[in-house]
């Protein structure tokens, strides 16, 4: 009977050294990281393909003259591919993947054109699928021994993305589902094995989960769709397919528009008959929901930009209806209108209603977007530097649509809406005139800027004593809250004005920026006269004197010696003495009798 040892495969110690260098002399191609980092710094973090397109090209360039592997000259193209047997350098690798990655930015670009030019949609379908020609044959020279296995499996996962984009601009569903499975499949093993880099492969994953569930509702799993809605919330979950989640979420409100066939305002219901009408409300509906899940500002705009784009032909359709209203008519003309509106009049002040209202919210994100820019310095992350005359646009906006509101019809003879309109109107002048006070502070015209600010307090006192009776309204409440940080803002700044009004009196140039090392060494008190930032004083550990205070010489107490006696001359008192000795003389026995008989003593 053979032995254990007999039966195993015999491995010469030459043969396991042959090994042990191949491993070592194995490729590693990071190809996830190489391209993200390519895309961040050359174009797609501001979306632009076109110049990510042409840095491919450079970089197909340098690397083909590095290698002196350039097809042809100047007069002649001469086609030379990379195979198996070329590859005694890394380099060549990259030659199909940044080809590959310049096919797929062309045909991004390609379909972002196709709207206005459908002619480019063909071509954009011959660059992906040029792609995929390029990420197969990256997946091929990668299968080779002298590749590890890391490069492996991820450049199986490359082209399984790149296959299933392609599937999924040709509306081959299945196919589409089956490939960014793949490719997850593989992305997600990857981020558990590299413990480094997860963050990586875990944001792939998250890329392609809207995809998947997108191609997952067309092949017939409609729950879905609320899946789809939640990541289109998120900003930059959805990517390319945005505007196909757009369409498809229309499409699910037009089926469920069926069941609207009435809605319900300020106590009287009207028939909702037409189908853009009823969407809008429908949209309505889901904006909240939606509005409420979503963290991200961006997202939040996005959306109420969709709604407010499906407001315009609801609107619009209404006018057409009511063309031939002569109340209608005389309210566009600015008269006023008596008596009860019809159905589709009050239907479509109902709309405008919800279109200013939805308004009004999308400009208060924006606002408070641009606040928290503001307040970090006016710039963040390289975005365009937000001035106070940015904010002072959208307040004026804000103010607008609630003026707009106090003026449709049905509403105008509400005199409590009326009353909290104009109060919500003197708050958001608190802010405008704050924030003009900040451009002119920016100009350094003092007077200018302490006058607004003392009008920004008086609006901003006035609107929290008007709106108190109105708090049960959790955007009244808001707004009451905003208005008593903007009075601490406003206090302030005026400090801050009226510091560098000083300064400027004193003939020196007003100094704000933060003070030198050597300065800040010293304690509050020993630099009274420099003004500066410093950031320590707000600490805990505020330097502001020196304890114990350090000794200081100071005069002793004088001594004063009587040495002027032997030099003064002394006047002559000797009569005075021998009247003296004569009065003492006379006292005696016979004084003494002298008294009794009453003689003087």
């Given at each position: 009977?053979?032995?254990?040892?007999?039966?195993?495969?015999?491995?010469?110690?030459?043969?396991?050294?042959?090994?042990?260098?191949?491993?070592?002399?194995?490729?590693?191609?990071?190809?996830?990281?190489?391209?993200?980092?390519?895309?961040?710094?050359?174009?797609?973090?501001?979306?632009?393909?076109?110049?990510?397109?042409?840095?491919?090209?450079?970089?197909?360039?340098?690397?083909?003259?590095?290698?002196?592997?350039?097809?042809?000259?100047?007069?002649?193209?001469?086609?030379?591919?990379?195979?198996?047997?070329?590859?005694?350098?890394?380099?060549?690798l990259?030659?199909?993947?940044?080809?590959?990655?310049?096919?797929?930015?062309?045909?991004?670009?390609?379909?972002?054109?196709?709207?206005?030019?459908?002619?480019?949609?063909?071509?954009?379908?011959?660059?992906?699928?040029?792609?995929?020609?390029?990420?197969?044959?990256?997946?091929?020279?990668?299968?080779?021994?002298?590749?590890?296995?890391?490069?492996?499996?991820e450049?199986?996962?490359?082209?399984?993305?790149?296959?299933?984009?392609?599937?999924?601009?040709?509306?081959?569903?299945?196919?589409?589902?089956?490939?960014?499975?793949?490719?997850?499949?593989?992305?997600?093993?990857?981020?558990?094995?590299?413990?480094?880099?997860?963050?990586?492969?875990?944001?792939?994953?998250?890329?392609?989960?809207?995809?998947?569930?997108?191609?997952?509702?067309?092949?017939?799993?409609?729950?879905?769709?609320?899946?789809?809605?939640?990541?289109?919330?998120?900003?930059?979950?959805?990517?390319?397919?945005?505007?196909?989640?757009?369409?498809?979420?229309?499409?699910?409100?037009?089926r469920?528009?069926?069941?609207?066939?009435?809605?319900?305002?300020?106590?009287?219901?009207?028939?909702?008959?037409?189908?853009?009408?009823?969407?809008?409300?429908?949209?309505?509906?889901?904006?909240?929901?939606?509005?409420?899940?979503?963290?991200?500002?961006n997202?939040?705009?996005?959306?109420?930009?969709?709604l407010?784009?499906?407001?315009?032909?609801?609107?619009?359709?209404l006018?057409?209806?009511?063309?031939?209203?002569?109340?209608f008519?005389?309210?566009?003309?600015?008269?006023?209108?008596?008596?009860?509106?019809?159905?589709?009049?009050?239907?479509?002040?109902?709309?405008?209603?919800?279109r200013?209202?939805?308004?009004?919210?999308?400009?208060?994100?924006?606002?408070?977007?641009?606040?928290?820019?503001?307040?970090?310095?006016?710039?963040?992350?390289?975005?365009?530097?937000?001035?106070?005359?940015?904010?002072?646009?959208?307040?004026?906006?804000?103010?607008?649509?609630?003026?707009?509101?106090?003026?449709?019809?049905?509403l105008?003879?509400?005199?409590?809406?009326?009353?909290?309109?104009?109060?919500?109107?003197?708050?958001?002048?608190?802010?405008?005139?704050?924030?003009i006070?900040?451009?002119?502070?920016?100009?350094?015209?003092?007077?200018?800027?302490?006058?607004?600010?003392?009008?920004?307090?008086?609006?901003?006192?006035q609107?929290?004593?008007?709106?108190?009776?109105?708090?049960?309204?959790?955007?009244?409440?808001?707004?009451?809250?905003?208005?008593?940080?903007?009075?601490?803002?406003?206090?302030?700044?005026?400090?801050?004005?009226?510091?560098?009004?000083?300064?400027?009196?004193?003939?020196?140039?007003?100094?704000?920026?933060?003070?030198?090392?050597?300065?800040?060494?010293?304690?509050?008190?020993?630099?009274?006269?420099?003004?500066?930032?410093?950031?320590?004083?707000?600490?805990?550990?505020?330097?502001?004197?020196?304890?114990?205070?350090?000794?200081?010489?100071?005069?002793?107490?004088p001594?004063?010696?009587?040495l002027?006696?032997?030099?003064?001359?002394?006047?002559?008192?000797?009569?005075?003495?021998?009247?003296?000795?004569?009065?003492?003389?006379?006292?005696?026995?016979?004084?003494?009798?002298?008294?009794?008989?009453?003689?003087?003593?």
């Open positions: 009977m053979a032995t254990d040892s007999q039966c195993a495969p015999q491995h010469s110690p030459d043969a396991i050294e042959n090994e042990q260098d191949k491993l070592k002399d194995a490729f590693t191609l990071k190809i996830l990281l190489v391209i993200r980092d390519a895309q961040q710094q050359h174009g797609l973090r501001h979306g632009d393909h076109q110049r990510y397109r042409g840095y491919c090209s450079r970089r197909l360039r340098r690397i083909r003259k590095s290698l002196h592997f350039t097809c042809g000259n100047q007069k002649k193209f001469v086609r030379r591919e990379v195979s198996a047997e070329l590859l005694k350098d890394l380099r060549y990259y030659l199909p993947l940044f080809c590959a990655e310049r096919a797929w930015a062309n045909a991004v670009q390609l379909g972002q054109e196709a709207n206005s030019e459908a002619r480019k949609r063909f071509h954009q379908m011959r660059r992906l699928k040029k792609a995929v020609a390029y990420a197969q044959q990256l997946n091929t020279l990668c299968q080779s021994d002298r590749c590890d296995a890391r490069t492996k499996i450049s199986q996962a490359y082209l399984a993305s790149m296959s299933g984009l392609l599937c999924f601009e040709l509306h081959k569903w299945k196919e589409s589902h089956d490939y960014y499975s793949q490719a997850k499949l593989i992305y997600e093993r990857l981020a558990g094995a590299v413990a480094d880099e997860a963050a990586i492969y875990h944001a792939r994953c998250e890329e392609l989960a809207p995809s998947l569930r997108y191609c997952a509702y067309k092949i017939g799993d409609h729950t879905a769709i609320e899946d789809l809605k939640r990541m289109r919330n998120k900003s930059g979950a959805v990517g390319e397919i945005a505007d196909g989640l757009d369409a498809l979420i229309n499409q699910t409100r037009e469920l528009s069926v069941t609207l066939s009435e809605v319900t305002w300020r106590g009287r219901t009207v028939p909702v008959k037409n189908e853009k009408v009823r969407l809008f409300l429908l949209g309505v509906g889901d904006l909240e929901k939606e509005v409420q899940q979503s963290t991200d500002p997202a939040k705009v996005s959306q109420y930009e969709s407010l784009q499906s407001s315009i032909d609801a609107l619009q359709a006018r057409d209806e009511l063309n031939a209203d002569p109340e008519k005389a309210q566009q003309r600015g008269q006023k209108v008596e008596g009860q509106l019809s159905n589709t009049h009050y239907l479509y002040a109902y709309a405008s209603y919800l200013l209202t939805k308004t009004l919210e999308r400009n208060l994100v924006l606002i408070e977007t641009l606040q928290a820019r503001f307040s970090k310095g006016g710039q963040d992350d390289g975005q365009k530097v937000v001035k106070p005359q940015d904010l002072v646009r959208l307040y004026d906006s804000v103010i607008q649509n609630l003026n707009d509101m106090a003026a449709l019809p049905g105008d003879e509400d005199d409590r809406f009326l009353k909290e309109v104009n109060n919500r109107v003197i708050g958001y002048r608190a802010f405008r005139c704050f924030y006070g900040q451009a002119y502070s920016y100009l350094k015209k003092w007077k200018e800027t302490v006058a607004l600010y003392d009008r920004a307090r008086t609006y901003a006192q609107g929290m004593k008007e709106l108190r009776p109105f708090v049960g309204d959790a955007t009244v409440k808001a707004q009451i809250t905003s208005l008593e940080a903007l009075l601490t803002k406003i206090n302030e700044s005026k400090f801050s004005v009226q510091a560098s009004t000083v300064l400027e009196a004193d003939g020196g140039p007003v100094r704000t920026g933060p003070l030198s090392e050597e300065a800040r060494t010293k304690p509050l008190l020993e630099r009274l006269d420099l003004f500066g930032e410093d950031a320590s004083l707000l600490g805990k550990n505020p330097s502001l004197v020196t304890l114990p205070p350090s000794l200081e010489p100071i005069p002793c107490k001594l004063f010696f009587d002027a006696d032997g030099h003064i001359q002394l006047p002559d008192l000797s009569d005075k003495v021998e009247q003296k000795k004569a009065a003492q003389a006379g006292t005696g026995l016979t004084g003494m009798l002298r008294s009794w008989w009453g003689g003087k003593k």
